[in-house]
């Protein structure tokens, strides 16, 4: 990658030619032509949980369409989760190379309810996305605390009654 000059002067043994120069631009070879096919899994995609800790697991697989014509060139795929709160989270970031299939896996351990989505990003050299998908997952706290205070409350409100 880079520009390089190149230079040509021809000498006949007693005198130089003028010089004849080409500037060569040396870029990454084009990867739009890639195609890739993605399959996410998030397991479990409901998370019921009395108390944080608990982890999915995350799954990726990568399949390259047309891998013989471009095994040198390297793709990116960047793991993340978009958190109830809307703040991302990085879970990773792989290179891989353009072959059949890859498998990308990987645990996620929420630490709030809600729907957390995660997104598989596969991008080219160029960071032009190939293929993107997401997955939600639906974090439940159980508490059961909170269904003792109100059988508690009702069970005072009759004695009153009385």
Known sequence: MGEYVA????????????????LIKVSNPPVSD???????????????????GKS???KAKVKVLNPVEHSSIPLLVDVSVKK???????????????????????????KMAGT?????????????????QSKPLTVILNNDDDDDYEEEDEHEDEEGDD
């Open 7 to 22: 230079q040509l002067i021809v000498n006949d043994g007693a005198l130089d030619s003028k010089p004849d120069t080409v």
């Open 84 to 110: 109830p709160d809307n703040t991302m989270q990085t879970l990773g970031q792989k290179r891989i190379w353009l072959k059949e299939s890859y498998t990308v896996e990987g645990h996620y351990t929420p």
């Open 116 to 132: 957390h989505t995660v997104y598989v990003v596969i991008s080219d050299q160029a960071g032009n996305p190939l293929s993107q």
């Open 34 to 52: 890639v195609s890739v096919n993605l399959w996410l899994k998030v397991e479990p995609s409901t998370l019921l949980i009395e108390k944080f």
């Open 56 to 58: 999915v697991g995350i």
